[in-house]
């Protein structure tokens, strides 16, 4: 057992994250409804996030302090100055030391919204720590919003597996304080966790859920449909899954908004004339702090 000093003097303990349950040992605390007997219609006939045993055994849901975890990597969200005061990043920062604020100030200077840097651990019993900054929600941009978010979990796991690292915590990276609704937030942190360990599942032994109280609740109650710990769970998540579950990757999909123009011979011709339709590119490199 490792031991930290608090900056008021108290000694902390340093979690080792072999001691953390995994969620296929946890057992099942919600009743599972049996909506077929209640006539309610399924949202999906097969299952998008089928049981996996594999998969369960490199998940921990785990609520407490992420500073204290002793991982490869942790990550800390905060604003594009890398200055943002919440009570996560503030943990880290004061476990981590000076050290860690002059490699900010010094080497990494920024991080654009979506993007992820990573800076050593110091102090803290986390090798690593990978900065990412979350998107502000607006309902008039809500799929840039969502998408960003995507992007910011994608790019963490990216890194971590990029950094050969093998553990990884991972703080909830959305904020109310930036408009962002928690479940929303946790529906995608959550599929495309599932989908990126579906893929690169070999690269990575751990991902550590480290969440606060707010959002404890939520990810108990929908983590069950994204990582089904039995083949009843995920018969249950046919009904409770949301529609929209997301492509390849867990990334939103965006709905088709183009105008199919079926009386204008000018548009046959071009149609027969081209092979390729343009593509765009999201650009998110607005200013979050």
């Known amino acids: 057992m490792r031991l930290v000093m608090e900056p008021l003097g108290m000694v902390a303990e340093v979690v080792d994250v072999e001691s953390l349950k995994r969620w296929s040992q946890i057992p099942p605390v919600h009743h599972l409804t049996d909506y077929s007997a209640i006539g309610e219609e399924q949202k999906h006939t097969t299952s998008p996030f089928p049981y996996n045993s ?9 609520l407490g302090d992420i500073s204290l975890l002793s991982v490869d990597v942790i990550v800390n969200s905060t604003n594009e100055s890398m200055t943002e005061r919440n009570p996560v990043s503030d943990r ?6 000076v050290d860690l604020k002059e490699e900010i100030r010094q080497e990494v200077k920024e991080c654009k919204t979506g993007e992820v840097r990573v800076t050593q651990g110091h102090n803290l019993p986390a090798r690593y720590v990978i ?4 998107p502000k929600y607006n309902l008039k941009y809500q799929t840039a919003a969502e998408n ?9 796991l990216q890194k971590t597996r990029e950094l050969n690292l093998s553990s ?3 703080s909830v990276i959305n904020s109310v304080r930036r408009n962002f609704p928690p479940d929303e937030g946790a529906h995608i942190a959550l599929r495309t966790i599932r989908r990126f360990l579906e893929q690169h599942g070999n690269s990575l032994d751990l991902v550590v859920l480290a969440v606060e109280n707010i959002d404890v609740g939520i990810y108990e109650v929908l983590l069950p449909l994204y990582f089904p710990r039995s083949i009843q769970e995920e018969e249950t998540a046919l009904w409770q899954l949301p529609v929209n579950i997301g492509g390849p990757d867990g990334e939103p999909l965006l709905p088709d908004r183009q105008i199919r123009i079926i009386d204008n011979p000018q548009h046959s011709l071009d149609v027969l004339s081209e092979d390729e339709s343009d593509s765009s590119s999201h650009s998110f490199d607005e200013c979050d702090s």
């Open 168 to 170: 990884v915590a991972i």
């Open 92 to 97: 880290i920062c004061a476990r981590a030391g």
């Open 54 to 62: 594999a998969i369960n055994d490199k998940i921990a849901l785990w």
């Open 131 to 134: 900065h990412t900054v979350g």
């Open 148 to 156: 960003t978010l995507h992007v910011c979990y994608r790019n963490v």
